[in-house]
């Protein structure tokens, strides 16, 4: 039973209720406009809070509940009167139980400027889930992207068929965005628990959370899968995935944005491109967009057969609409 | 009939036409999802002007038009070209004339910032509902809040049973949030019908707007009720409800937001607390959110068993699901 | 089949396919919340890209995808990672082949201060639609506004019946707002097409766009009717339509804004007036609003008989009904 669940680490699903999104995000992809699930959100709402702009995120959640036959609010907290560190207003308790009364689920954005400091956002959440009756779905927050990490693992499953013992390689990768960790670190713990042997790869300085790196272990552990550190891309060598990615330095908000972007823009070889993926094992390329061409990959590796950033872009519908229909129906 | 009727004040409407809103949207609260109101406004819109940000209130009217089978647009004046004092652009006269053509009604909230002078924003609904065949709703202006009071006291109703006689307690409290006096002025009107004795209580230079005060005066009249203003908290006792809120004093738009805030922090005696509580016939506690904790009211207060203010939130939404009905259907 | 057809311009239309936007548009006004088209949309998505604010286009837009039973996404590209001249981020491509994967059909709108020169809108939506593998649909951009071409033609149409060889005065008008030229070049080019004796006039320095002006010339050819441009307003004489509306001259990007308002400010003698409307053949008032009174017409035009601007922008909602259940059917 999932109905009422949160969702704001995949880490706190079981793989039971993980495979079971996965085996009905499938079904609803086969069969995108039929009957099954047509009305599974009829006249329900969910409720986006967005402290932080995004394209495919508020597309992708509003679409899926647009889909299931209800309707998904785009809410800015800038537009409200929520108290901050800063200002007077309204307190998370009562915000979240105000909106326990009206939608059938919450979903919550909150990451890189919106915060000013790591696990910022994961609070946010965390009291979100604490004071509202209904499921607190994560669209992104700094630690985790967990809707990220499911449009991964299917897309990857799409094209590989089982994960298990398949080799990824996690990148680092110059660029100009200053990325939260979220996406990253939630695929990492996933892609681990599925049973494929991971390796992160990032220049000095570009470590992740050390909480995630020990989950990480954990995992493999359990799993049986390997998974190592590096800070060159030699294993890129017989990778079955390459994975690139621009993500922030754990500095990011003492020295701030301006400084992240000098010290990204030294290391531009740190690029997927077809170099490195002629080292490969034929990998599949994915990114969890919005993609910077020429920094994060090069158009010959975007563009290539191998690479299926659109399909996990639009699984990103498939297992969002799963997820609410799962956990609001 | 009420259809096509225009909702900016309850004053304007009859106890009968009232009462069947409220008749409704008890029927609605009992059957949420039920088939009964599933259609009424099946693909018509409510377009919602929101000249003011707003978290409640968008989300309650949006949900109701989604719960009711529609849909509302949330729209921003700072995105479109209206003309203004300042600004030329399009004419109210023009820009209702042609939302007539578009949607099944129009809801406006305009207050606190959108306006440099208390009665600008009752100017302005009344302009659009000078020129829009379709019904005008208030959703929140300057002047008065009808939703929020037929909330308030479909909420004490559920609570209380028959309102007649029982004693209400109005109070300013202090805070930070220099709020528009519309939701205080529409409960004390709605109140005062509904039989209740009122008392508003508030510190020097916190009056309300005279023509209000007038008004119920003759509500009071004319209901059989009582009607009493106090510069203390003395009516504490023995109130059957107790409703605080800061507001704005009548200075406001001349000497600015920053000399109230300073002004209303003068007064951090007076809050809803547990002593107050004490003295009253164990009083439920209202307030419309949102809602400054540690200023309006204590922590106690807010979490005590007596306090109702969830609920009454809720009721936003049913009232307004069932105001839209029975003006747009 | 217009299945799948992008709408840039109706000038890529055939005639035949115009006629059956229009025949569907009647029926569809006809029978606005009928069965036939009922759920033509039903549960998808029109992602709606506003590069610029406006009233009416959205309000149109959302309706029309609302009433044939889908929903329209109001996205705002200031809230997304888009990449720019000045801004790292995600290329149109990226973003339109994801969107496409989301969405069954995309608008945008993109003129005036969006942009910094004249071309630079049109080329935006050529991007998005040469990457998107559903149907692009311009909600105004620097060049072409085809559904408000649509939109004037069916109004005139249900007023005055066939528009063979009927007379239509567009003249410049004295305002603030600085538009650009979508609406009255689409209009022009379609008028003409329909078979129209089109004058356009303006002050020296308010010329059009030397294609689009080729373009009228080979379109008047074609159907047989005429094509002039005049300096000063004796055009009025015999006119069965004027059409007004303040645009900006070639140099705005240029000079700048304010200049441009200075400008248009000298020209205050080239207004719509009852003197002018007097020299008529009792023509029809048009404008595609939103309307600046008492510069681009008197009010005494503007709420005249023969004034049918609210007419034609209910069509909006209408032809935009009819384009979108054709293309994203």
């Known amino acids: 039973m999932m109905k009422g669940k949160d969702l704001i680490t995949a880490q706190e699903w ?99 400027d919106a915060i000013s400091e790591y696990g910022e956002g994961e609070r946010v959440l965390r009291g979100y889930a604490r004071y509202a009756d209904v499921p607190v779905i994560s669209m992104a927050h700094d630690k985790y992207h967990p809707c990220q990490a499911l449009a991964d693992v299917m897309g990857l499953r799409e094209h590989m068929g089982s994960l298990q013992g398949k080799k990824m390689l996690i990148m680092w990768s110059s660029g100009h965005l200053v990325r939260s960790w979220c996406s990253v670190q939630s695929t990492l713990l996933l892609a681990l628990r599925m049973g494929m042997n991971v390796t992160l790869a990032h220049p000095p300085r570009y470590d992740l959370d050390p909480e995630v790196m020990e989950q990480g272990k954990r995992n493999a552990e359990q799993a049986g899968s390997t998974f190592e550190i590096a800070s060159d891309l030699n294993a890129a060598e017989g990778a079955d995935v390459v994975y690139s990615r621009n993500w922030m330095s754990p500095y990011r908000y003492e020295h701030g944005k301006e400084t992240e972007v000098v010290m990204a823009l030294e290391h531009r070889d740190w690029i997927c491109d077809e170099r490195l993926m002629a080292q490969t094992n034929d990998a599949y390329f994915i990114h969890p967009m919005p993609m910077e061409r020429g920094f994060e990959a090069t158009d010959g590796v975007v563009d290539s057969k191998r690479s299926i950033i659109y399909d996990i872009a639009e699984n990103r519908l498939h297992v969002q609409k799963a997820v609410m229909a799962l956990t609001m129906r």
Chains 1, 2, 3 share one sequence.
């Open 14 to 112: 079981s793989l039971e209720d993980l495979e079971k999104v996965l085996r009905v995000a499938g079904e609803m992809k086969a069969d995108r406009f039929g009957n099954k699930y047509a009305n599974v959100l009829s006249r329900k709402t969910f409720l986006m809070l967005f402290y932080n702009p995004s394209l495919r995120t508020r597309e992708s959640f509003e679409c899926a509940a647009t889909e299931l036959g209800g309707h998904a609010q785009f809410l800015e907290p800038k537009s409200m009167r929520l108290k901050s560190a800063t200002a007077a207003g309204e307190e998370i308790r009562d915000g979240a139980a105000v909106m326990s009364r009206y939608g059938g689920g919450i979903g919550i954005r909150i990451l890189e």
